[in-house]
């Protein structure tokens, strides 16, 4: 019995709309590319059995006012699990999916790779002295 709750759940999961349940912050990869600027990529699949899905090209962080969750994928920043605002950063979602207007389409019963991209600069005043742990968390549902 459990496990048919387990599975229905993963099945639920998956087939969601919501774009927060495919980039997973755990999943992404850090590299450092000086001393207070890091390079993130999370690579994730996505799309719908039975909706079509629009996905934004551009991303914003949470903190930066007045743009549309329609417009733009937002985006937590986090070091060491701890959300943080004000950063430097620039991102862009990545796909071979087809774009109309300033977001993918995927069509109903179609999935395709994306890769969240993203170069973040952690000011000298906030820079932890320990190891950085650096994740985006995806806050939009689409």
Known sequence: MKSKIVIVVMVLLLVSPGITHAFDPDQGETTRVSNNVWLY??????????????????ATPNWVPRISRETHLRYQVRI????????????VVLSDAPIVGNQYVIPAGESYSFTLLSLITIPDQILPTEEIDLSLRVTNDI
């Open 80 to 91: 060491n699990d701890r959300g943080i605002n004000g950063l430097d950063s620039n991102s």
């Open 41 to 58: 990529v999370n690579t994730a699949e996505y799309g719908s059995i039975d909706a079509e899905v629009t996905i934004p090209v551009a």
